[in-house]
């Protein structure tokens, strides 16, 4: 079993990022009218691509888990937790580890604990942001059967 998931920012990102458009009109439009609206336009619309193109993606396949831009080999994962709610807010603030390696994103509130095995790795676990806990909870125990 694969999983696959790219972090995507919520609705509400773009909305704040429209911001961008009033601001940039601010600035341009008593320069000329014509580069105003370009400029917003342009400053925008980069803005929605590069946080849309930037957001991590979570992927367990071909015996790794990969959380943006770090991997690591099932083999030294164990006891994947899902946590929501109130549980998720400990896990991300109170209950969390100052080692621990983090791809967590503000607009998502499920986490998955994914604890490390590997003796030479100094972080005790991996807490990852995901829209599916369940279903990556369930990729991770089902690669581990397999593997």
Same mark, same amino acid.
């Given at each position: ?65 990969? !959380?943006?831009? %770090?991997?690591?080999? $099932?083999?030294? &994962?164990?006891? =994947?937790?899902?946590?929501?709610? #109130?549980?998720?807010? +400990? ?28 003796? !030479?790795?100094? %972080?005790?676990?991996? $807490?990852?942001? &995901?829209?599916? =806990?369940?279903?990556?909870?369930? #990729?991770?125990?089902? +690669?581990?059967?397999?593997?």
């Amino acid at each position: 079993m694969t999983y696959r998931e790219r972090l995507s920012p919520s609705p509400w990102m773009y909305l704040a990022l429209a911001l961008l458009i009033p601001a940039s009109l601010l600035v341009f439009l008593p320069i000329s009218v014509p580069a105003g609206i370009a400029c917003a336009i342009v400053l925008f619309g980069g803005a929605c691509l590069f946080v849309a193109l930037s957001a991590p993606v979570v992927e367990v396949a071909d015996g790794h888990l990969r !959380a943006g831009r %770090a991997r690591i080999p $099932l083999e030294f &994962t164990a006891a =994947p937790e899902a946590f929501r709610g #109130a549980a998720a807010t +400990a896990a991300r603030g109170v209950d969390l580890d100052a080692r621990a390696w983090l791809c967590i994103r503000g607009g998502i509130d499920p986490v998955v604990r994914v604890q490390v095995t590997d003796p !030479a790795d100094p %972080a005790p676990y991996w $807490l990852i942001s &995901t829209r599916n =806990p369940d279903l990556l909870v369930a #990729a991770l125990q089902a +690669a581990h059967t397999l593997g």
